[in-house]
């Protein structure tokens, strides 16, 4: 990333974590914005919040699937694919790509939403919310899951924070820590939602989180939806020439709540048209390696595949 | 605690139950190709009368997927700014992500709502495309990602010129080298070559 400019990266960063993309551009963009003084418009810090929830919603509906598949259920996973196209179907609508937007450019996003598109994102809400009974019936209550599940790759408060456990994996021990409510980034400080937390810790409370977790979601978007239309203004702010923008000598470190966990970008500039420095604090590194590695140690080799998927890692985040 | 009782057993009816199933609406869908968004951002077009070949694609293309052709025949002229030279499009490295439409200042490059492209090995070639306004197999699809306001990233103001510290400016004409930019140079050429002797160190005086 240092060796391209500060507006190139834009297209680099989604590919971070492709189930996720969202949090990686709009952390970055907000990185930007942050060392070179820009303020994106509240128009821009709404759609990001639209973009971001819908984006954790497919990211969750692709982990529990996976779980599921994990042990030998299928149907959820391919339940979860066929549902999550929907929100996919509203991200190639809003901002031209299903699966990397590129929609965020420090300084606020680059598309205002198409027309009707409101209603088309409430009757996807309204969609994924009937489902989710079928999929409580199908894989949550499902006593051939909650057996598999429960009991399985359990770590406790204490052992989830000495090893920088955060998010959905930290939630599932009963700490209940989420960057949009207790370090409020965007406009997360104007909208109400709860933080869902489980007690036990194991492969099945991490997955309970996600499902929980994804009817917040339809919340917070349903909440977007309703405040939108009354929000005015541009969508951003004017910018330099990327191709010759200098952005100041200065470090930045912003952190925003992605599906994984908590997701960081330290980024420092020298003033000149390229960074100096881009680290990514990615969530599922930690939870990848040195926390797969621990749960793993004395668990039966047909749970191991489990215990990955509930901690919901995303490899190319992993390899650095 | 969770509002999903784990300890909860299904009805040994659910079998039944789920029967209802059938009435549904499938949630598969068939392959067939369908129309992409009015905001798609497919295979790209560009319009050879507006394009200037100034090769600002190929600066911001993160991916340097873009090479600049050269096409005898169509308008050369350095002092309007205007070249011969067309985007050649690498999708073996493009990853669509519209930059270069943001940044086209003419408008001509846009991407459209085309997306399905295969061949065999043998034309591997066909991946190297020309992008003109009719797209990559001659059929228009419809204008996908284009140029609107909100997205318009061109800046056309002058950037100011880079100040170098009084100690490196009183020893050589960098800075004014540094200052001057190539069009600058073809369009004054006498101050080109004036420039060019900026290397060259001076005497303090």
């Known amino acids: 990333m240092e060796g391209r400019?500060?507006?190139?990266?834009l297209a680099l960063v989604p590919r971070i974590?492709?189930?996720?993309?969202?949090?990686?551009?709009?952390c970055y963009s907000v990185g930007i914005e942050d060392i070179g003084g820009l303020e994106a418009p509240e128009r821009a810090q709404w759609l990001r919040v639209l973009q971001l929830e819908l984006s954790r919603m497919a990211s969750h509906l692709f982990a529990f699937g996976g779980h599921a598949a994990t042990t030998g259920m299928y149907s959820p996973m391919f339940w979860g694919f066929a549902d999550r196209d929907l929100i996919l179907d509203l991200f190639e609508e809003l901002t031209g790509g299903r699966v990397y937007h590129i929609y965020n450019i420090p300084g606020g996003v680059r598309r205002d939403i198409p027309e009707g598109f409101l209603d088309r994102v409430t009757s996807v809400m309204d969609y994924i919310e009937s489902r989710l009974s079928d999929y409580d019936n199908l894989l949550f209550t499902n006593q051939v899951f909650?057996?598999?599940?429960?009991?399985?790759?359990?770590?406790?408060?204490?052992?989830?924070?000495?090893?920088?456990?955060?998010?959905p994996n930290l939630r599932a021990t009963g700490l209940a820590f989420d960057v949009r409510r207790d370090d409020p980034y965007l406009v997360y400080d104007q909208i109400e939602?709860?933080?869902?937390?489980?007690?036990?810790?194991?492969?099945?409370?991490?997955t309970l989180v996600r499902r929980k977790e994804l009817v917040e979601s339809i919340r917070i978007v349903r909440?977007?939806?309703?405040?939108?239309?009354?929000?005015?203004g541009p969508i951003r702010c004017p910018i330099p020439n990327p191709l010759a923008w200098n952005l100041p000598a200065g470090e930045t470190y912003t952190r925003v709540e992605s599906s994984k966990g908590e997701l960081a970008y330290y980024i420092v500039s020298n003033g000149g048209d390229k960074p100096y420095r881009v680290h990514v604090r990615?969530?599922?590194?930690?939870?990848?390696?040195?926390?797969?590695?621990?749960?793993?140690?004395?668990s039966r080799l047909e749970d191991v595949a489990q215990i990955m998927f509930s901690l919901d890692a995303c490899p190319p985040e992993v390899d650095r | 605690m969770s509002d999903i009782d784990h300890?909860?057993?299904?009805?040994?009816?659910?079998?039944?139950?789920?029967?209802?199933?059938?009435?549904?609406?499938p949630v598969t869908e068939s392959l067939d190709p369908r129309p992409a968004s009015l905001n798609y951002r497919g295979f790209h077009l560009n319009d050879w009368e507006k394009c200037i070949g100034c090769s600002t694609c190929q600066k911001v293309c993160d991916n340097a997927a873009i090479t600049m052709v050269r096409i005898p025949g169509l308008p050369d002229d350095p002092v309007k700014g205007v070249r011969n030279e067309r985007p050649a499009i690498d999708y073996g490295r493009c990853c669509w992500c519209a930059l270069c439409v943001d940044l086209c200042p003419t408008g001509s490059i846009s991407l459209s709502r085309e997306y399905v492209h295969t061949c065999?090995?043998?034309?591997?070639?066909?991946?190297?495309?020309?992008?003109?306004?009719?797209?990559?197999?001659?059929?228009?699809?419809?204008?996908?990602?284009?140029?609107?306001?909100?997205?318009?990233?061109?800046?056309?103001?002058?950037?100011?010129?880079?100040?170098?510290?009084?100690?490196?400016?009183?020893?050589?004409?960098?800075?004014?080298?540094?200052?001057?930019?190539p069009q600058q140079a073809i369009v004054e050429p006498r101050a080109a070559s004036s420039a060019a002797c900026a290397t060259i160190p001076v005497r303090p005086t």
């Open chain 1, 282 to 298: 990615g969530p599922s590194a930690t939870h990848a390696v040195q926390v797969l590695e621990n749960l793993a140690r004395g």
């Open chain 1, 5 to 9: 400019l500060w507006i190139q990266n």
């Open chain 1, 223 to 232: 909440q977007v939806v309703e405040r939108l239309p009354s929000i005015p």
């Open chain 1, 17 to 26: 974590c492709v189930p996720d993309p969202a949090p990686m551009e709009v």
């Open chain 1, 146 to 167: 909650v057996d598999r599940a429960r009991g399985v790759g359990t770590l406790n408060q204490q052992q989830a924070l000495e090893w920088g456990v955060t998010g």
């Open chain 1, 193 to 206: 939602f709860d933080v869902p937390t489980e007690q036990a810790g194991d492969a099945w409370a991490r």
């Open chain 2, 120 to 181: 065999t090995e043998e034309e591997i070639g066909s991946y190297f495309v020309l992008p003109d306004p009719n797209g990559i197999h001659g059929e228009y699809y419809g204008l996908g990602w284009s140029k609107s306001e909100d997205a318009d990233l061109v800046d056309l103001e002058r950037q100011s010129m880079a100040e170098s510290a009084p100690e490196a400016r009183i020893g050589t004409f960098d800075e004014i080298v540094g200052g001057f930019d």
């Open chain 2, 7 to 25: 300890k909860a057993r299904g009805s040994l009816l659910n079998p039944i139950k789920n029967w209802q199933f059938f009435g549904r609406k």
